[in-house]
């Protein structure tokens, strides 16, 4: 019995990203009734309270089978309740629970060191923090955990696994980044850094690994849409910047938050569907390195590569967002339109 070890320990801060258990539950749903993959390792570590968001149909988990072996761990164990609840007849069958803190080299060594044999399939890093805001009210501290968990504990966790990926010659490492590791977008200055440092080390790493037939997979998705973003976001408007110019908290309270808003509701995906594209990417043969779950998205990134200056980028996000704010809200009026369920056009995750 193989085992793929997934370390998809979502964090919420203030800015897009997977939510934990939301995730972690449909992957579950998707891989537990499929028994052609194999066994799976599955890490779940929040770091923020997030025990208000519901584990939904993580409750109408059935084994079918028993080709799957799941390991679900988080930092903190007295919040298992819920995961424990919805694990049902598997606990402990085909689903455990155990600690883990990707910041923590000790708790990663101890945790890895457990698995029989340490022999793993498949690593898939999902560790985030977010956080957005005007970076003046930004600590040195703050950054320094962001990067903590967003680079450091991915890092943390591909060291403990490399080894014996190596030695066994074979091996995938799925890394959840996101397309602010391509495209940084203002007021999330430091969330943004810490996927480019983490793009750019697996981009490097992926070329030393297939000497070892280990492959990297970088995913990358854009808005999640979620009901636990909207509430973030209306307290985040509700802030207080002492010491923060006028001209930067209007920009940023009046015009980014308002647009990020209509940007979740109009290209946001669904947790099941980025979901399903991670399945998907570990059951391929040969998994890709680079996936953008979002296909409106892929122009804007295009758009950065299409002049080396840099330029065109840049100038084409400030006005858009700053100078030609109607121009931006009568697109995404547009892309509402086109992607009503009365005009859509379905992209399935391959």
Known sequence: MTNICKDTGTIFSSSPSLHCYYV???????????????????????????????????????????????????????????????????????????????????????????????????????????????????????????????????????????????????????VISSVMGLQGIPFNDVYAASKFAIEGFCESLAVQLLKFNIFISLVEPGPINTEFEMKLMEEVAKSQFPGVDATTVHSFKDIYLPASHEIFTTMGQSPEFVAKAVVNIIAKERPPFRYQTNPLYTPLV?????????????????????????????????????????????????
Request: charged share 20%.
């Open 302 to 350: 295009a758009l950065k590569y299409a002049d080396t200056s840099g330029e065109l980028s840049v100038s084409a996000y400030y006005n858009l967002l700053f100078r030609f704010t109607r121009l931006f809200y009568i697109s995404t009026s547009f892309l509402k339109c086109i992607t009503c369920r009365c005009f859509r056009r379905q992209i399935t995750p391959t």
């Open 24 to 174: 972690l539950q449909v992957i579950l749903d998707i891989l537990i009734s499929n028994s052609n993959l194999p066994c799976i390792k599955v890490s779940c570590r929040p770091l923020f309270n997030v025990s208000a968001s519901p584990i939904h149909r993580m409750s109408n988990l059935h084994l079918s089978s028993f080709f799957l072996l799941v390991i679900a761990t988080m930092r903190d164990l007295r919040k298992k309740d819920k995961l424990e609840a919805a694990a049902g007849d598997t606990l402990n069958q085909t689903l455990t629970i155990q600690r883990l803190d990707v910041c923590s080299d000790e708790s990663v060594a101890e945790c890895v060191n457990s698995l029989p044999e340490k022999q793993l399939d498949v690593l898939v890093n999902n560790a985030g923090v977010g956080l957005i805001g005007p970076l003046e009210t930004i600590s040195i501290d703050t950054m320094k955990h962001i990067f903590e968990t967003n680079f450091f504990g991915a890092i943390r966790m591909i060291k403990a696994v490399l080894p014996a990926m190596k030695q066994r010659q074979k091996g995938h490492i799925v």
